[in-house]
């Protein structure tokens, strides 16, 4: 592991009615750890300060699914060798098939997204579908919540969580809509299906290094819902495809499970036009930081909707989810997904090493 010089502090300019742009010196990011094997999209740190990283199969990683990195920043199978050691053919319930999101929870919690399926796109394989939760203070695996066919369904990509006291709300970025899951009992329900807040656009393509990026089949790559925040009190569930723009929602309403589908979606709103985004956070003051793809940067949209650029950086291609830390840090997974042989022909064009990257943002 090799750092670069910490800067003390980013002097921010003042928000203007659009957008502001501030960019601090490039030490500023802070380069945590590096892989020349794993390709991690998601970070989250325990309440002790460990960090664990995990990324999807299909981007070629060939480390561990779920990892947490020692002090010398190299990954190490977590929660253990079994659970990261899933082979095709082999039982998909009790182990990592494809991670896509992990999220650090109360009570020192981890949260692990299991889409099911080791290709992107395909249908999830029998039990494999899951969200896991593990104890971050004893490594131990607390619950198994599987996601049947019916939630999980054959061209679904379950894709993230956030969690309000009993609930879970999680993303369908293959078969548009939310997922609606009840922690006590395990029960699940798909909401917003195929509405158009949980919907990708058709034109607002994914434009990375000016060029939109296509699928596996040559057409544009189409990504629905994706990420997904919730509001500081829990009152409103923010979410859009990975294209935006974004919708709010009441949760009030998600936990209804009394209301029809139009009566549901008639309780969507337009919340904020943000471009493509890999990945987002929501602070506790209602600041929402997000990675700007076309333009390699970290930005903020402020409780008023202003919006920042935090920093810009040719190192920021495709930051993925990010995670603010207690002490101000956001750490900063950058995983290329763009660059991965699967969009470019079977042929990789990632820049290695994969960086971790942290910034200090307050």
Request: proline share 9%; net charge negative; with cysteine.
């Amino acid at each position: 592991m090799r750092s670069l010089p910490l800067v003390t502090s980013l002097l921010l300019s003042s928000a203007c009615a659009t957008s502001t742009v501030q960019n601090p010196p490039a030490s500023s990011l802070v380069v945590a750890a590096e892989s020349d094997s794993m390709i991690w999209n998601a970070v989250a740190l325990s309440d002790e300060g460990s960090v664990f990283v995990a990324g999807p199969r299909w981007t070629g990683s060939t480390g561990p699914s779920l990892a947490r990195l020692d002090a010398e920043g190299q990954p190490h199978p977590y929660p253990d060798e079994r659970w990261n050691g899933w082979q095709p053919g082999q039982d998909a319930r009790e182990a990592f098939v494809n991670i896509n999101a992990i999220h650090r929870g109360p009570e020192d919690s981890l949260w692990v997204i299991d889409t099911g399926s080791p290709d992107f796109g395909g249908a999830p394989l029998p039990g494999g579908a899951k969200v896991v939760r593990i104890d971050l203070k004893s490594g131990q695996v607390l619950r198994v919540y599987p996601l049947g066919s019916e939630i999980a369904t054959p061209t679904s990509y379950v894709d993230d969580i956030r969690l309000k006291g009993t609930r879970g709300y999680l993303t369908d970025a293959g078969r548009p809509g939310l997922i609606v899951l009840d922690l006590e009992t395990g029960a699940a329900r798909r909401v917003l299906d195929n509405a158009p807040a949980t919907t990708a656009p058709t034109d607002r393509p994914i434009v990375l290094e000016g060029k939109v990026l296509h699928a596996p089949d040559g057409s544009a790559l189409r990504v629905h819902a994706d990420p997904l925040e919730l509001s500081p009190d829990g009152q409103w569930l923010y979410f859009a495809s990975l294209h935006g723009p974004w919708s709010r929602i009441e949760t009030r309403w998600l936990d209804d499970a009394s209301l029809t589908p139009e009566a549901l979606l008639a309780h969507v709103e337009p919340w904020a036009d943000l471009p493509p985004t890999g990945g987002t956070w929501l602070d506790t003051n209602g600041d929402l930081y997000f990675s700007d793809l076309a333009e390699d940067a970290l930005k903020k949209r402020t409780p008023e909707g202003r919006i920042e650029t935090v920093v810009a950086d040719p190192r920021l291609h495709w930051v993925d989810a990010p995670f603010l830390a207690a002490d101000g840090w956001l750490w900063l997974p950058v995983p290329q997904m763009d660059r991965v042989a699967l969009f470019n022909g079977g042929v990789a064009r990632t820049v290695r090493p994969i960086q971790l990257l942290r910034l200090r943002v307050r």
